[in-house]
């Protein structure tokens, strides 16, 4: 294999590399194969759009904005519902390819807790919990920002399904260790950090919000110090458990990779990166074995955690 | 089925080959982009990163290609940072750009009197048709119909080609449509001799109602503008009872349809539907999109 040196396993799930493609990001898995030189390949994860029990049309438009060195979204998780990507998307996905992860979000525990039982009865690998969308009334991120709410929602869904869960947190909260910790003790077997901070732009010839929901998540570099000293927080609480972290946000080449490396995370998510290129994973790939090359690292975990304060 | 549309998309760092500035901000850009050329239909976009500065990309629809000489070339308006920044880039300097993408316009044989409307910056992909149908559909023929408030982004040329049911007075045309053989018009509200004065519809409704019945059962409508303008031709459409097909924009972030940021609701008979304007359109069947 090519990329042995990247090679992992994450909670149990052969990651060819340590690359994650986010949530939101790259629809239901096959999008970004229409552009030429991008291969699953060059990726460990793909995490899935986000999943509810019914189809959700969305929120109005405009949905997306660029920010300096970010952008603001408020999707409002349009998606298909879950009966119908369990059967009729994900027999589409070639599972060799990479590992395939489904997100599943929620307005109730039980919702959250049925469109797991749904993807527990599938060929995806491993199922996301995502409660931290910022860009619905209920649910989401409503729940993140309560360590009650979250472990109760991490428990519902442990009690229906032995794939490997990850739970996707929430800046948006005051002690995301404590969170964290909550939701390991609730069967969490790795955790997300960070999912997008909340904000909004307005356009000044009308005065109206630029964003449909008023409100939109914030992704890109802007957030990137943000979510490094979050994944160095949780990590302080997951190491102890031995649960892996998935780093992101804002991360778009090797140097910002192998900083949330070094904060602890095993994975490195990208998101907008792929907006701004496409086939940014290759170059990380490249750039990561270079630079473990020159500082003579052998195994990825090494790095891992590797802070030195 | 997915699967057919694999590596259809191509990323490119194109060299910035001819770049021209006409009146109010606006610009022709030729860049060297070979594999886009290679299959970009009319109707298709580009997804352009106009600068380091502000990465997330901005769609601009294909004007021109030269499959042989390998470059596309776009028509855009400067409005806010991403085209003031994509302004500045000289002869020779590197843009990366990622296309074709999009469901191009589908010619309708069938009805082969092609009317195309094209208004401000929707004039591009009507000059991208106009050219595919003149190389390609020689039993088509197509009349075209252009709308600006601002000064056309062209010298205008006074037309040798006659057009059905308009006046004498509006003679003006662009001149490589007119070198092409294909007739056109332009219409603005802002007074400018040769040029229709009043909404490109109205244009539209001259020419329409001057056909023989006969005539007019053959006619398709095929538009790119702003939306109040295609609201505008969907109606006529429906009032002829004529088959249209309109080019949307939406604020876009990925343009290969992983992110549902540019969808637009689409109702046909299973009912309602959040569509995405990068790969279920840009070109959708007006009754859809419009009620
Ligand atoms: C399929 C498609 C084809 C297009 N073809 C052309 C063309 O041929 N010529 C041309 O001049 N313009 C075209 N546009 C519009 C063009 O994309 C916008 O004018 C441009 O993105 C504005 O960017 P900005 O940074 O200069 O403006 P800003 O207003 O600063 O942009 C801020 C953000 O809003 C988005 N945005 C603003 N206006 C639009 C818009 N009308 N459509 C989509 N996104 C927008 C930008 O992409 C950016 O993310 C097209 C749009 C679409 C969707
Ligand atoms: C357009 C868009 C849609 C998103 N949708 C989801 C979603 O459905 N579920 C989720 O858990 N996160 C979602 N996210 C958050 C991302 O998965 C990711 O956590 C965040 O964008 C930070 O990473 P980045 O800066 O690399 O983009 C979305 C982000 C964007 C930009
Ligand atoms: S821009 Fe992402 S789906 Fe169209």
Known sequence: MPNSILSSSFCGLNFQTPLVLLSG???????????EGFSHADIGGVC???????????????????TPSGMLNAIGLQNPGAHKVVNDILPTLDMNETQFIANVSGSTIEEYQEVTRLFDNSAIAAIEINISCPNVKEGGVTFGNDPDMSAR?????????????????????????????????????????????????????????????????????????????????????????????????????????????????????????????????????NDIKDYLALNNINVLSELIGSIDI | MLKDYRNAIFVEEAKVLEHHAFEEGQFVLRVDAPKCAATAKPGQFAHIQCDLQRLMRRPLSIMRVSVDEGWVE???????????????????ELVNIMGPIGRPFELNKEKPNALLLGGGVGIPPMVCLAEQIKNEETAMSPTVFMGSEVPFPFDRKTSNLPVNGIGSDVSDSLPLLEAWGVPSRLASLQGYSGVYEGYITDLARDWLSALSDVERSQVTIYSCGPTPMLKAVAAL????????????????????????????KVTTDEGESMKRVCVDGPVFDATTVFA
């Open chain 1, 153 to 285: 929602v991490v428990e519902a869904c442990r009690s229906v399904t032995s794939k490997p869960i990850i739970t996707k947190l929430s800046p948006n909260q005051t002690d995301i260790g404590e969170s964290a910790r909550r939701c390991i003790d609730a069967g969490s077997d790795a955790l997300s950090v960070i999912n997008t901070l909340m904000g909004m732009a307005i356009d000044t010839k009308t005065r109206k919000p630029v964003i449909g929901n008023i409100q939109g998540g914030l992704s890109g570099p802007a957030i990137k110090p943000i979510a490094l000293l979050k994944v160095h927080q949780v990590y302080q609480v997951a190491k102890l458990h031995n649960v892996p972290i998935i780093g992101q946000g804002g991360i778009t080449n090797a140097n910002d990779a192998i900083e949330f490396m070094i904060a602890g995370a095993s994975a490195i998510g990208i998101g907008t990166g792929l907006f701004y290129n496409p086939l940014i994973c290759k170059k990380i790939n």
């Open chain 1, 25 to 35: 990001c790259v629809g239901f898995g096959n999008e970004y194969t229409r552009v």
């Open chain 2, 237 to 264: 459409a429906k009032e002829f009872d004529l088959p249209c097909q309109v080019s949307l924009e939406e604020y876009m972030a990925c343009a290969v349809g992983g992110c549902a940021g540019c969808v637009v």
């Open chain 1, 48 to 66: 899935l759009k986000g999943t509810t029990l019914h189809a959700r049309p969305g929120n109005p438009t405009h949905r997306v904005y660029e």
């Open chain 2, 74 to 92: 776009f028509l855009y308006k400067t409005v806010g940072d991403g085209t003031e920044l994509l302004s500045a880039k000289k002869v020779g």
